[in-house]
């Protein structure tokens, strides 16, 4: 019996989280241009509940990973803990300039998630710009491990 | 980029076209019509994703070309997954598919919350792509789409999908039994020198590597309740003469393995099966890996991955998560049916009835399965 089965719900996992993010961040793009555009502030915000649902999720794993590479990483499949796990090192070794992902505490990537403040915007957007490159490499192992590598 | 990013799209438009139209041009059996159907909502909503591509293109003075750019990779990568594997089952589609079509859609149509969710499969080893929001993807090797004996390996593949359906519940109950088996597997006493720092690590590891090895357990189990003895002999059948393998791997082959050691997965069938009543067919099973194991020379080790002492909890973890799931179950009068086969007979009916009829005349079977498919399909 093959293990497709947990690459393909990782790969559409991060496909939808990806998507979330892009619809959020144009949207903040345009409204910081004044640009009004419906449609794509109904997407924005559908997008901006499965983000903040699942940093919700990761937020334990992370915690896990971060304070003790001893304990296991509980309840949590292989690609999740891994993605966890590649969180952790990335704010890690982070540079200080790095956005609120990296550099802060994780909870307050939820607050801005949550913030209606056009102040919280910039770094809103920095936060979802790195959420991004950090789910891009994260995608590349399940896309080979699905269609193969190009 | 702007000018690269409009004919990548265009490029994409194009080929969603050619793909929209192919679907609509496909012959294929009644059963996989949902799938269709699926396929097209899910090519207009990649031609929509395009549309929106290209009208952000055009918003001068607004930098979002970074997430145009991601948009086009997201729906690229959708077209690889959809033409490497959804489209396939509806393409080349054969009226020799309806046997597993008619399981697997039997399967689906059994629980509330897959009764809606379209069925297909592709040629392969046995899996599948279950994700609880599209159509499952089941993996069935040629050789056995069109045999009776063997379809029962797909109520494992179910199992994935009644997971899935219930995550976050089982996640949960999945966690605490990894946090159960952490810490029998603690030491009595603790060091802090390199060799228990090692041995710290391979804890952590075995641990983490149970979330995999429970949803694999229950979806045994959920082959059981669903289909009754007949899964288990399948199961006990198709795995025990692959070779050394299914028998023993050493730890850093199970910590690489999403699956447990076959040996050990026969092991709790046979204990869940003593449990259901069918303390024979449990018999049967071990009895059979027992004697083969020692033909090869190979002795029962998990080199620490599992003890006897996880049993109770693990077995209390997998009813809980057969409580939480609501898997049908196999009837007493499925499992020992050996009336006229006809359209309206259930799966388990048929499929418990394949496995007595080669037990007992396993010189006349194959003419009796021939003969029992077509009368199940008329």
């Given at each position: ?9 990782s ?86 300039g790095?956005?609120p ?5 994780f ?37 080979r ?6 | ?35 269709r ?5 899910l ?76 069925v ?37 593949e ?49 641990a ?39 028998y ?17 997965r ?73 009336g ?39």
């Amino acid at each position: 019996m093959n293990s497709d089965w947990m690459a393909i719900q990782s790969f559409h996992r991060s496909q939808e989280l990806l998507t979330a993010i892009n619809e959020l961040s144009i949207h903040l793009k345009l409204e910081a241009a004044g640009i009004a555009d419906a449609q794509q502030t109904e997407r924005a915000e559908a997008g901006k509940k499965r983000l903040v649902d699942f940093l919700i999720r990761l937020q334990p794993l992370l915690e896990t990973a971060e304070q003790n590479d001893r304990e296991p990483v509980t309840g949590a499949d292989a690609r999740l803990r891994q993605l966890a796990q590649r969180l952790a090192e990335f704010r890690r070794v982070s540079t200080r300039g790095g956005s609120p992902l990296l550099r802060k505490s994780f909870g307050k990537m939820i607050e801005l998630l949550e913030s209606e403040k056009p102040e919280d915007r910039a770094s809103l957007l920095l936060g979802l710009r790195d959420l991004r490159r950090l789910l891009d490499e994260h995608l590349e192992t399940d896309t080979r491990a699905l269609v193969g590598g190009f | 980029m702007q000018k690269q990013l409009r004919t990548q799209n265009e490029d994409l438009q194009r080929k969603v076209a050619a793909i929209m139209q192919s679907i609509g041009a496909a012959s294929v059996p009644q059963q996989l019509e949902p799938y269709r159907r699926w396929l097209q909502d899910l090519v207009r909503g990649l031609d929509l994703q395009i549309e929106r591509n290209l009208i952000n293109l055009t918003r001068l003075g607004v930098d979002i070309l970074p997430e145009v750019l991601d948009q086009t990779s997201i729906v690229t990568r959708e077209v690889f997954l959809l033409t490497d594997r959804y489209l396939g089952p509806l393409l080349r589609a054969q009226t020799t598919d309806s046997l597993s079509l008619k399981l697997l859609a039997w399967m689906h149509s059994e629980h509330a919350k897959t009764c809606d969710l379209p069925v297909a499969f592709a040629d392969g080893s046995f899996g599948s792509w279950p994700v609880e929001s599209l159509p499952t993807l089941y993996v069935i090797p040629p050789g056995d789409q069109e045999r009776l004996l063997h379809l029962p390996l797909c109520f494992h593949e179910f199992g994935h999908l009644l997971y899935a359906c219930h995550r976050s519940e089982m996640d949960d109950l999945v966690k605490d039994l990894q946090e159960v088996i952490a810490r029998r597997l603690e030491p009595v006493s603790r060091r802090d020198d390199k060799q228990a720092q090692r041995e710290q690590q391979k804890r952590k590891q075995i641990a983490e590597r149970w979330y995999d090895w429970t949803q694999e357990f229950f979806c045994d189990a959920v082959g059981l309740t669903m289909c009754g003895p007949a899964f288990a002999h399948s199961f006990s059948f198709y795995f025990r003469a692959i070779g050394q393998d299914a028998y023993q791997r050493s730890f850093a082959e199970q910590m690489h393995s999403s699956h447990p050691v076959t040996w050990l997965r026969v092991r709790l069938l046979a204990d869940r099966a003593r449990t259901m009543g069918w303390k024979d067919l449990a018999d049967e099973i071990e009895n059979d890996w027992q004697n083969i194991a020692a033909m090869l020379g190979v002795d029962e080790d998990y080199f620490g991955c599992y003890d006897d002492a996880f049993l109770p909890d693990l077995q209390k973890t997998i009813d809980d998560m057969l409580t939480e799931s609501d898997p049908r179950h196999a009837s007493a009068a499925e499992i020992s049916f050996n009336g006229a086969i006809n359209n309206s007979v259930t799966a388990p009916a048929i499929l418990n009835f394949a496995w007595r009829m080669l037990e007992s005349e396993s010189s006349t079977y194959a003419q009796w399965e021939k003969r029992a498919v077509r009368e199940w399909m008329t």
